[in-house]
């Protein structure tokens, strides 16, 4: 029992240290783009990890949560249920419309809307609780990687004004990785700049595109580029959990 609890205190501790590095990091390259880094949320990307070492996620004051599937969402939400201040779960992978009615009750953000097929679906769930719109935001393909499951550039305007226009949702912004995984430097920062290009330009279409702010871009590998390009929501994984057994 002492040992289990003195590596729970070791992986808290390591959590601790690697959030505060990262918080560091986030502030210099903010400091670089002439930035307030209270404008860049760090969002915990937990889909590697165990509910028990999310918890300490949480207990580090990281509230912000994302998941690639919605089964992890269902399962993670109930063994958290407990925690205070409470998880904001994010899904940033692809939702299936048969997983829509279960999951979305869960989230507080849909990082991953990527075509008008799901929107529908995502609509007949929304409408009722207009007084209480789920953010979302549309997933961009900045690879044009048919592989992948965000929505081709091209397609973006046509589904952001749909998404504007449907009761319960409140449409905030884009969500894009770099086109090539590995990619950093110059590559991946060209690619969020194409995505802050993107949200400009699509901005203009909008009736009020003033929620329309968010750029959920940069993983652990490439973030600080992200923040150049004007990340507001960056996902971080394996950087959070390194050295944690």
């Avoid at 994010?90 to 008008?116: E, F």
Wanted: aromatic share 2%.
């Amino acid at each position: 029992m002492s040992g289990q609890r003195d590596r729970g205190t070791d992986a808290a501790g390591k959590i601790r240290e690697n959030i505060a590095a990262l918080r560091g990091r986030i502030a210099t390259a903010c400091g670089l783009a002439g930035r307030d880094p209270a404008g860049v949320r760090l969002v915990a990307v937990t889909k590697y990890v165990t509910a028990e070492i999310t918890r300490l996620v949480l207990e580090a004051g990281v509230a912000d949560l994302a998941e690639s599937r919605p089964q992890s969402i269902w399962s993670k939400a109930e063994s958290l249920a407990d925690t205070r201040p409470a998880a904001r779960w994010h899904l940033v992978g692809h939702l299936q419309r048969n997983k829509v009615r279960r999951t979305l009750p869960l989230v507080a953000m849909l990082q991953s809307l990527n075509s008008l097929r799901l929107l529908e679906q995502i609509a007949g769930e929304t409408a009722p609780r207009a007084a209480t719109p789920l953010d979302v935001l549309v997933e961009v393909d900045l690879g044009d990687d048919p592989g992948r499951s965000g929505a081709a550039p091209a397609e973006v305007p046509a589904l952001v004004r749909a998404a504007a226009a449907t009761p319960g949702l409140r449409l905030v912004g884009l969500m894009g990785m770099a086109g090539h995984p590995d990619a950093a430097g110059a590559d991946a920062r060209r690619d969020f700049a194409r995505l802050r290009g993107l949200r400009e330009a699509v901005a203009g279409e909008l009736a009020d595109p003033t929620a329309f702010v968010e750029l959920s871009m940069g993983m652990s590998g490439d973030f600080e580029e992200a923040i150049l390009e004007g990340a507001t929501l960056v996902r971080i994984g394996s950087a959070i959990f390194e050295g944690v057994a």
